[in-house]
């Protein structure tokens, strides 16, 4: 079936020189790939960062995606490279308005799904119902910090009849109820009661959340189980034979840590590596393996057009360069200093999708959306009339000074990538002409999955998500990111709107497809007035594999990434 919600259809040789830069990761990966018709030959993935945990749903917020849990793990659903969902663990999905999905007159919610029979985890023992309400038990615990976050934020209670039969009551109506695995690791799965209960019923649940089968000790459901993990370096996984979609065509995968995209494009050029998941390459490294591959057959470059990237505005008292960024005549002023159109041309040969708010041009849906947006183009005579309408004065060296009359310096975080700190270094530029003192300062790659650390920003970051509707949510104040939650959550500035709040309320208790899509438009009508955020444009994930590989294709839906049914990847004889 496909989801109640809403699925959006989201729509140089330089680096060559560089290449002996790969070597670390060349070495990890050992040999050279054998010929692709060799029956043996592992898959090696470059993947970007480490992830906290292999599991699901995490405890702790991790940054970007593609991380080696989607191939450990399985659960009711899973979806193909256009964002449509298809049955995984049951024999099939709930369908709206039948026994397996029934909506009751108090707006509460039921879903049941029959699980397929002779499903075992990685260590051989069955899966069963009950693991299912263990896990919601874990997760539904405020201590886990993530209790009130979707879907298990919207459950009221999950119940086992039987050893294959799973129900789930639900709090009110939650479009999303059909479609659990979200793939950011806020997804919903089982747990191994047989392994968690005890230390789950008898350790503190700080102790819980650091027993070691988070990590080393991995045990899931997926076509995939680990091998071994050696931090910073590689994790390696062997295929599951009994994997309930049939056992993956190919045997072994080494997924290696590779946080210098040099590195990467040298691995993959060299054929120490076969493929690279979202967001360790940009576009120049696309283009450059583009432009070496054609002249021998090496491989092909995929560009997805599913990353919103966006700039993130800070709202945290404690945190803000200057308090200035709290009126909104200054955000707009910020808005219409950024050149988004050069960015695309300079950075990404024009291929990415300029947005003047957070719905991609190319949904389907657009043109119901597209007049309640406002809109705030590349205008630096107009940033400045706002930011002179506001009083600001101009010290002796041209820059603005505060309402206080005090010189304040405007801080914007950039992600680690040799891509994102060029478009750092322009954003700034730009700001500066502007009479707005700016400075840059770069996240380490090793800090993608600190919650705190993306959080603590003095001005704007500059940082993406997976497609339009999770960035809606990622808006809502449940989603701001704090000590309390453990700093999961993507609202990292902090920005709380009660109206926009009651708006994805409604919106997540709302079935009707021409309801949501009036919501949708009244959240950006909000959020483009208010402008937390400064939409920038949909740019395309990379995705490089060598040839032989056959499997990896094109991707519009939201919510897909990489490794999208991995199991029926295979080399080509």
Known sequence: MRNARIAPMLMLAAIVATACAGQGVAERAGQPAPAAGTPSRPLVVLTRGEPISLA????????????PHLVLNATFDDQDEQGNPFAVLPEALPQLNTDTWRVFPDGSMETTYRLRPGIVWHDGKPLDAADFVFAWQV??????????VPP???????SAPDSRTVVIRWRRPYPGAGVLSIRTQTGFGPLPRHVLEQPYREDSYEAFANHPFWTDEYIGLGPYRLERWDRGQEIDAVAFDQFVLGRPKIDRLRILIANDSNAAVA???SGNADIALDYVLQYPDGAVLQQQWASNNGGKVIFNPTLLWFGQIQFRPDLISTPALLDVRFRRALTHGMDKNGLNEALMGSTAIVTEGLLSPRATYYASIEPAINKYPYDPRRAQQLLDEMGLQRASDGFYLGSDGQPFSLEVLSLSNPSWESEGAIVI???????????????????????????????????????????MGGLSSVAISRPDNRWQGTNRGGWSNPEYDQLWNVYNTTLDLPAQIDLLAQMERLQTGEVPTIPMYYTPTITPYRTGLVGPDLRTGGNSDTLLKIWEWRWAS
């Open 56 to 67: 699901l749903r995490a405890f702790q917020t991790v940054g970007g995606g593609s991380y």
């Open 139 to 148: 997760y539904a615990n405020p201590a886990s910090g993530s209790a009130p």
């Open 152 to 158: 298990v934020g919207e459950m009221r209670e999950i």
């Open 267 to 269: 691995s993959l050029l």
């Open 429 to 471: 530029e730009g700001y500066r002409r502007l009479g707005l003192n700016t400075t840059l300062r770069i996240l380490p790659s090793a800090l993608f999955g600190d919650g705190q650390a993306r959080a603590s920003f003095g001005a704007i970051q500059l940082t993406g998500t997976g497609g339009f509707e999770r960035a």
